[in-house]
């Protein structure tokens, strides 16, 4: 890797999180360049606030494609020719699949709006607030083949406070995840994030 380590930012919705590691990097928070966005939806917000930033944008429809290594391996092509280092999965909600998890082994990070292992998959705000805890919160981790499942790198707690809405709740984590992914990113892709997890004794 010479020069600062390129990002492509993996979303399918609102483009809350591109927009905070956008702005982190533009205020030198974060040494890297974003230099692409990539989306399954191409109506999707994240697309608009990529063209506003001036973002180049990648946006492609699963369905018109055979299969999901098919439409990983065109992925694959616009990461190659931007010379992308690190995956950041924001909101792109699709399991990656074995070509890209393959060619960006170790180099692939996604946000998550619970507290992991608790409230993986879909809609994690609403599971938290219908189960009921007192506590929920974000977790960065790295991807493997599972939903939601690889090695933990970051989390960070968040209160649920009596009678808050689920709309409420999803703003006070998203507070949270625009402050803490920028700054995970910036650990881990330099080095200063050792894996390996806990260890028993
Ligand atoms: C974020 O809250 C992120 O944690 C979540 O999607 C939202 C995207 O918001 N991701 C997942 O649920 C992944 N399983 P954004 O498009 O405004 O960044």
Known sequence: MSGKPRLAVFASGTGSNYDAIFHAIERNEVAAELTLVVSDKPTAKVIDKARNNGTPTFTFEPKVYP??????TEVMEHLHAANIDWIILAGYMRLIGPTLLHAYEGRILNIHPSLLPAFPGLDA?????????????VTIHYVDEGMDTGEIIAQEAVNVQPGINKENLQKQIQTVEHRLYPAVIERV????????GNTTT
Do not use: D, L, M, P
Request: hydrophobic share 35%.
């Open 67 to 72: 299969s999901k290594a098919a439409f990983e």
């Open 125 to 137: 705000i609403g599971q938290a607030f219908q189960a009921g805890v007192k506590v929920t919160g």
């Open 189 to 196: 892709i330099h080095n200063e994030y050792s894996r390996g």
